[in-house]
T-cell receptor
Framework: EAQVTQNPRYLITVTGKKLTVTCSQN?????MSWYRQDPGLGLRQIYY???????DKGDVPEGYKVSRKEKRNFPLILESPSPNQTSLYFC????????????FGSGTQLSVL | LAKTTQPISMDSYEGQEVNITCSHN???????ITWYQQFPSQGPRFIIQ???TKVTNEVASLFIPADRKSSTLSLPRVSLSDTAVYYC????????????FGGGTRVLVKP
């Protein structure tokens, strides 16, 4: 089954403790992206990647890192999480010719205390 | 970046047609217009995509006027399960692939 898999589904952590949210897709998509969703603010793009070893900032990249060492994986790294990063995070991927047709993961609800 | 404007919310009743209009005044020549549906605590799901005129699939229709500065998603004969948030997405190729979603339209279908 074609899908985008995020882990974990829920995560509670404390300020400053490094964490990684994993994202994997099995559709051989070149484009992958991370979004955060906050009440009243819709979906905001954090980082995106056009291909392996190619990443770029989205609209809200501060406090986040990403890497794209393999085509299927695009982890989101929070080196020193802060409470304002408490949010619902989504990973998405798409084929190169249809970058607007995104496939989303189920989301990761992160709480930073 | 393309800025899209949608109504914040709409109410409807089962069996009615729901039309949601999205404004995107600075859409670029090569951009496509894509609509997504999102249920609570789930990732958005692709509904329909178009470039101009009209596109129809088994779920919805998308109407795009000649100037492409707006688009209208039409959901025929909605049911309670169509209660969701609907997002319009327009990608500006000139900005790389920063895909910026608008705030979405919350559609509530009542019995």
């Amino acid at each position: 089954e074609a899908q985008v898999t995020q882990n974990p589904r829920y995560l509670i952590t404390v300020t400053g403790k490094k964490l990684t949210v994993t994202c994997s897709q099995n559709m051989n998509h070149e484009y992958m992206s991370w979004y955060r969703q906050d009440p009243g603010l819709g979906l905001r793009q954090i980082y995106y990647s056009m291909n392996v070893e190619v990443t770029d900032k989205g609209d809200v990249p501060e406090g986040y890192k990403v890497s794209r060492k393999e085509k299927r994986n695009f982890p989101l790294i929070l080196e020193s999480p802060s409470p304002n990063q408490t949010s619902l995070y989504f990973c998405a991927s798409s084929a190169p010719s249809t970058n607007e047709k995104l496939f989303f993961g189920s989301g990761t609800q992160l709480s930073v205390l | 970046l393309a800025k899209t404007t949608q109504p914040i919310s709409m109410d409807s009743y089962e069996g009615q047609e729901v039309n949601i209009t999205c404004s995107h005044n600075n859409i670029a020549t090569n951009d496509y217009i894509t609509w997504y549906q999102q249920f609570p605590s789930q990732g958005p799901r692709f509904i329909i995509q178009g470039y101009k005129t009209k596109v129809t699939n088994e779920v919805a229709s998308l109407f795009i006027p000649a100037d492409r500065k707006s688009s209208t998603l039409s959901l025929p004969r909605v049911s309670l399960s169509d209660t969701a948030v609907y997002y319009c997405l327009v990608a500006l190729k000139a900005a790389g692939n920063k895909l910026t979603f608008g705030g979405g339209t919350r559609v509530l279908v009542k019995p």
